[in-house]
């Protein structure tokens, strides 16, 4: 089987490098954002990156055009590695912010695996983001999946049950390769408001800078972010003014993550998580009221959209 990855230079190994990767689709469009936002700020190197043409249907994914200098310039899905290097950091990085594939995926994860190990690095981590029945007023939550227990306490985040069974994205079947290869992996999502439709959330990438940086004692400027994430929740705000069944909703969510976070003694640093937030029937109940008024807006007050 021919590989996927293509290398710019050699592929050397580097200081105990950690892989932070995420992989946007029909959802992870903030965690994918995270990432990107750290390979800005963080300067990262591009050397390598895997085949386009072979890992995606371009009739479901289409690429965009541009004009540069008069010309049109066509932009294709990219899946690239950066690295990250300095005497001040106490790990390399290796950073993807990456598109999740529709074709190849065994050979997908297999080219991932295949950069790592030659880089050097045995500690990986997935970031993901999707949308649930979260207030924007409050903190937002990760979830973590790992068996490895470092990672709960580089991040301050228990651990999710993994009993589940059944069909599953590309972020298990590239951290199942990258386990039999010898490589730690766990996957951190982050939960975004349902009823808030921006995409990338920047309270969701905020959310996933921070345990980054809480983890590897990294240090990213948040200032361009927090002022998206002003425009987010002014977009929240906006959207309840003008509906009757959001405001109601978005309290029923405020009133079910309080209860859930009464009595607990979070570690120190440590966000809420994603399991502390327990479907109540009330909640459940106001969520399908409003969901039905998405689908007949002309029968009740306007809603977010």
């Not at 912010?97 to 997935?126: K, Q, Y």
């Not at 921006?198 to 004692?217: F, G, K, S, T």
Request: charged share 20%.
């Amino acid at each position: 089987m021919a590989s996927l990855l293509q290398t710019y230079a050699d592929l050397k190994p580097l200081r105990d490098p950690v892989f932070i990767g995420a992989f946007a689709g029909r959802n992870g469009g903030s965690a994918s954002a995270a990432v990107q936002y750290l390979v800005d700020q963080w300067h990262g190197t591009p050397v390598a990156e895997i085949d386009t043409e072979e890992a995606f249907d371009f009739t479901v994914r289409r690429p965009n055009v541009r004009l540069q200098d008069g010309q049109r310039v066509v932009d294709w899905p990219l899946n690239q590695f950066f690295v990250v290097t300095s005497g001040a950091l106490n790990h390399d990085f290796i950073l993807m912010p990456g598109i999740e594939p529709h074709l190849r995926w065994p050979s997908f994860a297999e080219a991932i695996s295949e950069c790592l190990t030659a880089l050097g690095c045995r500690t990986a981590v997935i970031l993901g983001s999707r949308s649930g029945a979260l207030p924007h007023t409050r903190p937002v939550p990760l979830r973590l999946q790992t068996t490895a227990a470092a990672f709960a306490t580089a991040f301050g985040v228990e651990p999710a049950q993994m009993n589940y069974e059944g069909p599953t994205g590309v972020t298990t079947v590239i951290i199942e390769r990258l386990v039999r290869a010898g490589i730690v992996g766990a996957s951190l999502s982050a939960m975004t408001p349902f009823y808030v439709t921006v995409e990338p959330n920047a309270n969701a990438v905020i959310a996933l800078v921070q345990a980054i940086d809480r983890a590897y004692e990294t240090h990213t400027l948040l200032d361009v972010l927090r002022e998206k994430a002003r425009e987010v929740d002014q977009t929240a705000e906006d959207a309840a003014a003008q509906s009757a069944e959001l405001r109601s909703t978005i309290g029923a969510l405020e009133q079910q993550y309080d209860r859930a976070r009464v009595g607990q003694t979070p570690k120190p640093g440590a966000e809420p998580t994603a399991a502390d937030l327990p479907s109540g029937t009330e909640a459940v109940a106001q969520l399908e009221e409003f969901l039905r008024g998405l689908q007949n807006p002309g029968g009740g007050e306007g809603a977010a959209r």
